[in-house]
């Protein structure tokens, strides 16, 4: 699955998104720059990403090279 979904013309979510709010709410996507991000598709998980300055390009620099892992990785399920 590449971010993002295809055109969707449904009324509602995209059948993808639905399915990884439900399975993976903060699922690790390709981009289609050839990265990769971790996706926030829950309320309550954007808006965490937003106003937590865990989340701050500063922060995520300084962990990045203590600990050698992802700022989103604190989103995954079952860390919250």
Do not use: C, K, N
């Not at 971010?3 to 981009?31: K, N, S």
């Not at 990265?35 to 309550?44: E, M, N, S």
């Amino acid at each position: 699955m590449m971010f993002p979904f295809t055109e969707w013309q449904g009324v509602g979510d995209h059948p993808e998104l639905a399915r990884m709010r439900r399975e993976d709410p903060v699922p690790l996507v390709p981009i289609a720059s050839g990265g990769t991000a971790y996706l926030a598709t829950r309320y309550a998980d954007v808006r965490r990403v937003l106003m937590d300055p865990v989340f701050s390009r500063a922060a995520a620099a300084a962990r990045l090279d203590w600990a050698g892992q992802s700022p989103g990785s604190r989103l995954r399920p079952g860390r919250m």
